[in-house]
């Protein structure tokens, strides 16, 4: 279609009635800020008019309905902005810490309640196994009987919170609460409470062994003599929140001070 008859048949003018001549007329579009077309029209007809026309109406190409042209508009822009927080959410969870991670190095709460003299269980800190042993009074004697055969009993070269910096290496001497990683390789010993096994020899007084490579711990996480460990278990920080439950990952308000 001849862009006259366009805008003409837009403005309801018969295309037939425009004259073709030299000087046909003049159409353009215009739109405003809310884009509305205007079909202004200069044409110029024959004799049956004698004379020129000038119409200026709003106008619509046949077919299109503005408001849904508008709503379509609106809803890509808000599809757009939705797809474009999709994208973004992946990126900005990389950079937060999961709930894993935030869990692994938070303090650990322990209930003691049901622990029972000489049972050992075990929980998790920071990735690493934490033991929690009841030693009973007669373990806790045995431990004054192996100062000669240990690599350093007064734990002066190890790590432990000062106040498990002691002959029992615990703030309570009954409850002793060790990571349970050899300090040679990081293997985990297996827990060896019998007294004398064939395996262990008959000075073995219970404790703790690593298999892998032979290192020997007593009921306090102290290192022998001649074992390829070179310190004693370490001892992580924790404090009591009462006498049946404790928080592992946090020192006492003595040792913060």
């Known amino acids: 279609m001849p862009f006259y008859e366009y805008y003409a048949s837009s403005c309801k003018i018969d ?13 353009k579009t215009k739109y405003n800020d809310k884009k509305t077309s205007y079909c202004y029209l200069f044409l110029q007809y024959g004799d049956t008019y004698g004379a020129s026309l000038m119409t200026n109406e709003s106008i619509t190409p046949e077919g299109v309905d503005e408001s849904k042209r508008q709503f379509l508009t609106s809803a890509l822009t808000v599809v757009g902005a939705i797809g474009a927080g999709y994208l973004a959410v992946p990126f900005l ?18 209930d003691i309640s049901k622990l029972e003299p000489g049972q050992l269980i075990r929980v998790e800190w920071r990735g690493k ?14 431990l004054k009987e192996l100062e000669n055969v240990l690599s350093d009993p007064l734990s002066r070269v190890s790590q432990q919170p000062a106040s498990s910096q002691n002959l029992y290496r615990s ?6 609460v060790a990571i349970g990683l050899c300090t040679h ?4 010993p297996t827990f060896r409470p019998e007294i004398a096994p064939p395996d262990l020899g008959a000075d073995w007084k219970g404790g703790f062994f690593c298999p892998c490579h032979g290192s020997r711990f007593d009921l306090a996480g102290r290192v022998y003599r001649g074992v390829p460990a070179p310190t004693n278990l370490d001892i ?13 990952g ?8």
Request: aromatic share 6%.
């Open 15 to 27: 295309p037939a009635q425009i004259t073709h001549s030299e000087s046909p007329g003049l159409a």
């Open 93 to 110: 969870a990389q950079m937060q810490p999961s709930v894993k991670a935030e869990a692994a190095g938070a303090p650990v709460e322990v």
């Open 129 to 142: 196994p934490v033991w929690i042993l009841y030693r009973t009074q007669k373990a806790l004697e045995t």
């Open 171 to 176: 703030i309570k001497p009954e409850i002793f």
């Open 185 to 188: 390789l990081g293997c985990s």
């Open 236 to 248: 992580p920080p924790y404090r009591y929140l009462s006498d049946t439950r404790l928080i592992i």
């Open 250 to 257: 946090e020192e006492t308000k003595e040792n913060k001070a």
